[in-house]
């Protein structure tokens, strides 16, 4: 079984123009490939909201980072790097960025286990595992972070989630630049946020 990440980095944002497609494009064809080669992330999964959030797609990065700040000086380097070359010129307009540390959970599962046809739930936010609509197991833990994983329709999983918290992505003033580290008690909200995803793509460094 492929390990859990240590760490995620998640892009929320919308295409500019309505280009949707060359969005996905640039992230699965070019943006994505530059990452792995700079040897920042191992794997990147791309979504698209399936309600009516702020934020139109979803990247998860999968990560091996230690601290905010490690996250920071990489990731910024590598994009500076990129711009310089004249790779960073895509139709993407950043909603909100921000990385979280795994916490173990109960045996968790690796991504992209469902296929183009499952849903990701994403809930933001303080929530007691006992609260899970899921088995423990079912779900990545990154402290106020949860991602879980399922191959139900995306109404199932919106029905099955619909007591956890609010419906859409949590309003969160604080970008990635600026983002305390979680594990110092910093949470993206004060009370849970769900948000559902279709997945559109995934990639893996070789």
């Not at 310089?84 to 909100?96: I, K, L, W, Y």
Request: charged content about 25%; glycine content about 12%.
């Amino acid at each position: 079984m492929q390990p859990l990440s240590n760490s995620v980095f998640l892009v929320f944002g919308n295409a500019k123009d309505g280009q949707d497609e060359a969005l996905d494009r640039w992230y699965m064809d070019v943006h994505g490939p530059d990452s792995f080669d700079a040897g920042v992330f191992s794997a990147l999964h791309r979504y698209r909201a399936v309600g009516d959030y702020p934020a139109r797609h979803l990247t998860v990065w999968e990560s091996a980072f230690d601290t905010v700040d490690e996250a920071r000086t990489r990731v910024g380097t590598m994009a500076n790097e990129l711009r310089a070359r004249g790779r960073v010129g895509d139709p993407h307009e950043v909603v909100r960025g921000a990385v979280y540390f795994a916490d173990g959970g109960t045996d968790p599962v690796p991504f992209g286990g469902t296929g183009d046809d499952g849903t990701l739930t994403l809930v933001e936010g303080p929530l007691a595992v006992a609260a899970l609509p899921v088995a423990a197991g079912d779900v990545h833990h990154y402290g106020p972070l949860l991602l879980a994983e399922s191959p139900d329709d995306p109404a199932d999983a919106a029905a099955r989630w619909a007591s956890v918290g609010e419906d859409g992505i949590a309003p969160v003033t604080v970008l990635f630049g600026d983002q305390p580290d979680p594990r110092d008690g910093w949470s993206p909200a004060e009370t849970p946020w769900v948000s559902h995803w279709r997945r559109t793509g995934t990639a893996r460094a070789h």
